[in-house]
């Protein structure tokens, strides 16, 4: 949907956000039972999200995402409010509860931020904020995303008080780009990126998805390490999916080997204090491309060779990105992390068959590498006919979540 159909129909279907209502939460109740405070969560029906930051008071706000065409510059968001409304409470606004982990079995918590919670300002600080980030959309183009949030109400712990607003305009200001976007000629849809060691057991998974229209080449690192400029083996791979995306039109990457053959990216994002401590890996590195002005996003904007790094921000809802990080993926990304080729033709032979006979569409798996814990999913492709055009795999490092007992080996995923 382009912005102005997106803005048109915003427009005709706005109906003035409502009051917010007082709504008393059964959950909620059976986790402040610790609290001396009696706590209510406020709602507003026009909402479709929360402010979710743990400890922070838990504010309705209402998010619209747009896809502006590639090349674009945002220029300028701007908003008008007509009036604002002020209601007086005299409990405190819920607190979002700190995460946890599905299988953690132990009480929810919750706490109160100090510095929100003790302050006469107003939480959020803005009506409206926003995010701009370039990305693969729904229909495999890249775009730049302007993600809105719009924040219809706003908290003063220490006043008790509520400001909320009935209706906002907002006016996007963007330059049309002079190129419409990355055309070029048709050349491959999947890039598998492997060590040369493998290259003679892919064969069969190459023609396979040859066979089914997803036209594939394979590239070896040991020729994207002499082919291509980086300040290390990651950069360089980075720089050959962004080539592969440019001349080839490539829209999906496999990457053949674990974490000792292909190396993955190491960074140093902190998403939840307490929760992960340093080194978290990860390939979604190879795929975010772009940065939101369309240049090669390094992950390491301030250039001290440590990656993804972000800082707490003291008040607003979000973390400080330090490094610039993107985080919105420019092609879709794979790896099947073998570590020995017979692991590889295994992995290959029995994910062929099986979405060759339709017996599975979807693979989990989790297994053990080296000391990492890391969580993998294949997933069938196919197409409106339901025919079968290729795999997708999707892997998470999830050392840090781990609860979960036992390692279920590879290919003993459900079967029948
Ligand atoms: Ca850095
Ligand atoms: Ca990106």
Avoid at 107 to 130: A, C, E, G, H, Q
Avoid at 140 to 150: A, E, H, R
Avoid at 334 to 361: A, H, M, Q, Y
Wanted: negative net charge.
């Amino acid at each position: 949907m382009s912005i102005r159909d997106k803005l048109a129909r915003l427009d005709k279907n706005s109906s003035p956000f409502r009051e917010p209502e007082i709504q008393g939460d059964q959950e909620s109740q059976n986790w402040i039972e610790d609290f001396e405070y009696e706590l209510n969560a406020r709602i507003i029906k026009e909402k479709n999200s929360f402010i979710m930051m743990e400890s922070y008071p838990k504010i309705p706000i209402y998010s619209e995402v747009f896809e502006l065409p590639f090349g674009s510059e945002l220029i300028d968001v701007k908003y008008k409010i007509q009036s604002i409304d002020n209601i007086r409470i005299d409990q405190k606004i819920l607190p979002v509860p700190y995460f946890k982990s599905i299988n953690d079995l132990s009480p929810v918590k919750i706490d109160l931020n100090d510095m929100i919670y003790s302050s006469n300002d107003y939480f959020p600080d803005n009506w409206l904020d926003y995010k701009v980030g370039v990305g693969i959309n729904s229909n495999d183009v890249i775009v730049k995303f302007l993600s809105l949030n719009i924040n219809p109400v706003r908290y003063s712990p220490v006043k008790n008080n509520i400001e909320f607003i009935n209706s906002i305009d907002v006016e996007i200001i963007y330059s049309e780009p002079e190129l419409s976007d990355l055309s070029s000629d048709f050349d491959y849809d999947l890039v598998i990126i492997t060590p040369s060691e493998f290259i003679n057991y892919l064969t069969s998974l190459v023609d396979h998805k040859n066979n089914y229209n997803m036209k594939t080449v394979v590239k070896t690192i040991e020729d994207i390490y002499s082919d291509f400029d980086g300040r290390d083996n990651q950069e360089k791979i980075k720089y050959f999916v962004k080539y592969s995306i440019e001349e080839w039109n490539v829209k999906y990457v496999l990457l053949i080997g674990d974490i000792t053959k292909l190396p993955i990216r190491t960074t140093d994002a902190y998403p939840w204090s307490g929760y992960h401590g340093n080194g978290i890996l990860s390939d979604l590195y190879y795929a975010d491309i772009y940065n939101e002005d369309f240049m090669f996003c390094s992950w390491d904007s301030n250039n001290n060779n440590i990656f993804g790094e972000i800082e707490e921000h003291n008040r607003m809802f979000d973390f400080i990105n330090t490094d610039d990080v993107d985080l919105y993926p420019d092609v879709h990304i794979g790896r099947i992390p073998c570590s020995n080729s017979d692991e590889l033709s295994i992995i290959v032979d029995k994910i062929i068959e099986d979405f060759k006979t339709g017996k599975e569409d979807r693979a989990p798996f989790w297994i053990n590498l080296k000391d990492r814990f890391v969580h993998i999913e294949y997933f069938a492709l196919r197409n409106e006919k339901d025919e079968y055009l290729g795999t997708l795999e999707v892997s998470q490092d999830l050392t840090n979540y781990r609860k979960l007992e036992g390692e279920q080996r590879i290919l003993s995923y459900t079967e029948g």
